[in-house]
């Protein structure tokens, strides 16, 4: 595997293996790997002939008094893992070869963008969706692969894709939790003893709303509001939101039906946490 | 040659040349062609294999009270021209072909989109930009050729594939005039034959202007003072602006030197006509 940091160097590298033929795999990550990340890397091997991993903090994304600066890194610790899982490639741009002096332009997904974390981080998917577009130019990927950690994440993206007739496969891939329920994220490593044993109050809700649908319940507001109740109940928890929407378009529902996303944004401590479920309801 | 509507026929197209290694120019058009959109073509057909014209009038380009409805169309009159010209595809996109409902995204560039058209024309250069990106990821083009009498929207593309690491060569092209001077619009078709003589005004204002520089004139606000006088001597014009700025990042200047872009955007009668000159200082 090689470590590249230049736009050019990694642009030379994927046009010799197209011409060649092979299908190019992508994962944009933002580095500090963890079984998350390399789920994507081995599923992006399996289904390419050759693996892009981009590992860049990317600093238009983190809103004012966000975690930029503190945000977990380590290349070497990521080369590794990277390496392991099969990336063929680990990208790892400066923020002056992502946005060198002169910088101007924006890719801006609208409405989906203004609810859930977007209503909590506002600024965030815009920087999200012009870093992507941004990769997604210099490497050309044939398919990218996202966590469905960030569900609302992977609506934008295939949004901005759509709309823009970006030539490529989004192909999203499931949650990686730790045994006890905990969904994996690179934050979770804010998190002390007592913080993250009540960060487990996340997946707990959220299974035991799926527990209520799958007994049958249908109301929305039901399940919003148990898993409020649920959540409330863990004294060093903050609720930053609790949505219960269509997982096609983001769109409140008030029966569940069809595709539906139940997401959530808790701070434990200082540490924000996001986890959801996704349910087809036939 | 072929007349195509849909994004998928395009792009199979294109995809089945380039797997044959032939280069792709594109000229993205609003249609009405005339001799300037023509040179484009011609020069597109000599530097590459293949070329795709786009004939779209672009909704989201046009601003409120703006020409949308009446911009002239005749996709058998551009077929031919475009034909002659050497174009091997014209696409001809429906608006709902590019804008399917729930479409949601825009493609931004800051700073540069606020003066000259930009000022008068709230919006306009949004719609360019997002249109503009959208033929680029359908088309592919190693080239795409853009006519110089739109300066400030060369200047904006050529920011906007530069930021967002889009992987063509823009090439803008002079402005063919009448024999009298006038520069070549398809909104010229709207003059009646005293604003056609009117219009005159404004490439003898920035020609006078030329001389001025050839003869040694320096100050920027000399040469901008002298056309709006000029220009106001007519009484059929009004003008919208005259600005002198690097052609480069459209940044006003006092002293011409450098790449110096002249620019005016005058009213004859209802119709707004823009002209500019170029001039290299050493």
């Known amino acids: 595997m090689f470590i590249v940091e230049n736009v050019k160097d990694i642009r030379e590298i994927v046009k010799r293996e197209k011409r060649d033929g092979k299908k190019i795999g992508f994962v944009p990550t933002m580095g500090y790997l963890h079984e998350g990340h ?52 680990l990208f ?7 946005y060198p002096n002169g910088y ?9 963008t203004d609810k859930l974390c977007g209503a909590s981080r506002p600024g ?9 577009c941004k990769f997604f130019n ?29 030539d490529l496969e989004i192909v999203p891939c499931p949650i990686v939790r730790e045994e006890d329920g905990l969904a994996l994220s ?21 299974f035991a709303a799926k527990d209520m649908i799958e007994n049958g319940e249908r109301d929305a507001i039901k399940i919003k509001d148990f898993i409020i109740k649920n959540i409330s109940n863990e004294p060093m928890a ?8 269509s997982a096609e378009n983001l769109e409140d529902i008030k029966k569940l039906q069809g595709d539906v996303l139940i997401a959530l944004a808790v701070k434990i401590g200082k540490t924000r946490l996001i986890d959801n479920i996704r349910i087809k309801i036939s």
């Open 238 to 245: 903050n609720i930053d939101y609790v949505e219960v929407v």
């Open 38 to 89: 390399l789920s994507l890397i081995r599923r992006a091997k399996e289904e390419n002939d050759f693996v892009v991993v981009s590992v860049f903090v990317n600093p238009t994304q983190f809103c004012a008094g966000e975690d930029f600066e503190t945000y977990p890194r380590s290349l070497e610790r990521d080369s590794k893992l990277a390496q392991s899982a099969g990336a063929d490639i």
């Open 138 to 166: 210099i490497v050309q990927p044939d398919r990218a692969y996202f966590g469905q950690k960030d569900a609302q994440q992977v609506v934008v993206i295939e949004q901005m894709v759509k709309d823009l007739n970006m």
């Open 124 to 132: 965030h998917f815009k920087g999200v969706t012009t870093v992507v």
């Open 186 to 206: 690179s934050r979770n490593t804010y998190l002390n003893e007592k913080e993250r044993k009540a960060g487990l109050i996340l997946s707990k809700s959220l």
């Open 104 to 112: 101007k332009t924006d890719v801006v997904v609208n409405e989906i």
């Open 92 to 98: 790892n741009p400066s923020a002056k070869e992502m």
